[in-house]
């Protein structure tokens, strides 16, 4: 929340408008799930469902973090704070993931002598 | 002495310090939540075909307490909002709304908690699984199990148990003991596993079974994660609701002494609550839909 000046009344406005948006975005994940008529899963599989769902989770959280945090506003400080620290979250997950296959015997396959993938 | 920076922005950082502090802590939080959030990734793509609990979570209970933290999420900025302009009594009204959504979440997700405790998976002798409820008679009164599982069978020493299954559902999709007639079976599907549809108890010797679990840590790797990265949230709304309340309940005194200073304490209380809310945004659709 940056400390200049604000015009009070605008920014509460921009707060209720988001908070419905928000609460517009959970009821969109509710119906993927809840109504069969639009349910993914069933319809397209469980890759379209998933994506879709965590594409309005990642809109949600850009409002929560961009309005109601005001990082859309901020100082450098906290943008160089926050990057690195998204940047470590996102590699670790990301080396995490693409090493969950290199277990001997499982996925890939390694010659044991050389280490080589057969 | 006093501590410097507390209203005044820092002229090297352009911070206040405890807004920089409650940065540096958020990006630890962020660390930990992402730890977990990886490790439900590599659960839940490493989980072998049907052993993933699908289709068992309320979503309309999730989707509740989600509209529950939004609403808290939107009145702790109004609060804020209200202190920089200079009215107190709007501050106070928004921080109770704020600590009534914060418990209101808490009781509902006991609630929750409570049902997953009575609901059990059995597995057979013969192979077969079902989930549902175990009733027992106390006396003349009929009372829910919970948490019983293979062991409570034998320390009690129960011979049979009154098991009410539930309908097929996403993730069971229609294996029972004993097993069903056509109508049957067609009945239940018409449900298709949502709502509390239960059909008649069944009698299952102890002998019979294999496992008894109820929907606990212990009981499958879904659940493992789901008390852990559900509990560790909670923890941290728990947290959060106790901070908000010092605010509250101490906030005319420290208004009085120094107003900036409470309108930067409540920036900072409202930044953790809000990244409380935005981890909860990401917990539900995981947790209760994919």
């Known amino acids: 929340m940056s400390d200049h000046t604000h015009d009070i009344s605008k920014h509460r406005k921009i707060y209720i408008t988001v908070g419905v948006i928000l609460l517009i975005g959970t009821l969109c994940t509710f119906a993927l799930d809840h109504f069969d008529s639009i349910n993914l899963k069933k319809k397209v599989g469980m890759l379209v469902a998933t994506l879709a769902a965590l594409a309005i989770a990642t809109v949600k959280g850009g409002f929560v973090a961009g309005v109601f945090m005001h990082l859309s506003n901020e100082k450098k400080w906290v943008y160089w704070v926050m990057g690195i620290t998204i940047f470590c979250v996102l590699g670790l997950m990301g080396l995490t993931l693409w090493g969950m296959n290199d277990i001997p015997g499982q996925g890939h396959q390694f010659d044991l002598k050389t280490g080589l993938p057969k | ?290």
């Open chain 2, 1 to 290: 002495m006093d501590i410097p920076f507390t209203t005044k922005a820092r002229p090297d950082t352009g911070l206040y310090n405890a807004k920089l502090g409650i940065w540096l802590f958020l990006a630890s939080e962020v660390m930990l939540f992402g730890a977990f959030f990886s490790a439900y990734i590599l659960l839940r793509v490493g989980a072998d075909p049907g052993a993933w609990a699908h289709g068992l979570m309320n979503v309309p209970i999730g989707t509740f307490n989600t509209f529950v933290l939004i609403l808290s999420s939107v009145t702790v900025v109004m609060a804020w909002a209200a202190l920089k302009a200079h009215n107190y009594s709007l501050y106070r009204n928004c921080m109770v709304i704020t600590i009534a959504c914060a418990l209101g979440f808490l009781v509902v997700k006991s609630f929750e908690y409570a049902e997953k405790f009575r609901h059990y998976e059995v597995w057979m002798k013969d192979g077969t699984r079902m989930t549902g409820h175990i009733d027992y008679q106390d006396g003349a009164v009929k009372k829910h199990a919970y948490l019983w599982n293979t062991k409570t069978l034998s320390k009690k020493k129960i011979e049979s148990i009154a098991f009410t299954p539930d309908a097929p559902n996403e993730w069971m999709p229609g294996q029972y003991y004993p097993p069903m007639t056509k109508e049957q079976l067609e009945h239940v599907k018409k449900h298709d596993g949502k709502g509390d549809h239960h059909h008649e108890a069944i009698t299952i010797k102890s002998a019979d079974i294999q496992r008894l679990s109820a929907f606990v840590p212990a009981h499958s790797t879904f659940f493992a994660i789901y008390f852990t990265m559900t509990a560790l949230h909670g923890l941290h709304v728990l947290g959060g609701a106790i901070v908000l309340s010092y605010f509250l309940f101490r906030g005319r005194k420290m208004w009085q002494a120094d107003p900036d200073h409470l309108t930067n304490r409540v920036e900072v209380g409202g930044l953790f609550w809000h990244f409380v809310d935005l981890v909860w945004i990401f917990l539900f659709p995981i947790m209760y839909i994919l």
